[in-house]
């Protein structure tokens, strides 16, 4: 019986060695140590044993149990350790490894790129770019730029006041009580004046607010680039080949423009600076009111005025300044016919650019 006990160990050691699978170790767990297995008859048989060679035998099959469940233990990580290092080969991911369903990546808005393109343009012309404050004082808005109180500009229904807001440092140490969120980049004309004196080249980009119905070409919220040049010999030549520049660099070489006369208090004389209509080629449409012409580059002499709010000698400095319509200078170099496409946060419509 000792022998059998032996043999059956053996065999079961030599056999768990080559089990390769879960089901086969279970499968041969059940034939050695299951209910109806090898050695649960040994054991049955050894109630046939005389009293003190069935206590020595017992002690062997209880050795003999031991040893296959510990091989069967063993045999069961190593078969688990193989079935994790198969599936972990099978299943291997390069983390690092570039997605093909990767979040999109988010691009500048149009006005951001256009608006940087004329940065760089205008700073190779010499060019400072500067930043100015958009909840704005009457004075800088209004009075500075020669426009007095009963012009209709300062009326409510083209303007945002701000009410509650009080004690606005204005024209030279005085205070004004009215601010407004800025009509026009042109407010930072005399700051920037004041600031840095002259000669003088500057833009000054942003948003600007006004109280007016939305259209095609017309909403509340729009951006400008204003531009101030100040200096000893400045002419009228000098703003038309900044707009003919402009207009070269954005739309390409020989894009038409006209200038064409248009009063503005802040400057004198004043020009409404146009570019072809993108849409009809200058045959006339909604967009342009069947003009043929968008307006996108207002500017002019810098009024006498406006150089003596600023502390300038307009005897002896003379200047042009300009405040191109940013928002339709994009619609017109990307052919958006709408103006409130710009503001209208919709992803299938920025996703384009």
Known sequence: ????LEQLKKEFVELVDKVASREALEELKTQFLGRKGKLSGLMKEMAS??????KLVGAVANEVKEAIEAAF???EQKVSKASWS?????????????????RPHGTLHPVTQVQQELEELFTSMGFMVLDGPELESDYYNFTALNIPPSHPARDMQDTFYIEGKTGAAGKAGSEETGWVMRTHTSSFQVRAMREHGVPLRAIVPGRCFRNEATDARHEHTFHQLEGVVVGEGISFAHMKGVFQAVADHLYGKGTKIRLSPKFYPFVEPGVRGELECFLCKGKGCRVCKQSGWLEAMPGGMIHPNVLRQAGIDPEKYSGFAFGFGLTRLVMLKYGIDDIRHLESGDLRFLNQF
């Open 49 to 54: 044993l005389a009293d003190g060679e069935r």
């Open 1 to 4: 019986m000792k022998g059998q």
């Open 86 to 102: 198969a599936t972990a080969a099978k299943e291997w991911i390069d983390v690092t490894e570039p997605t093909f369903h990767a």
């Open 73 to 75: 233990g063993e045999a």
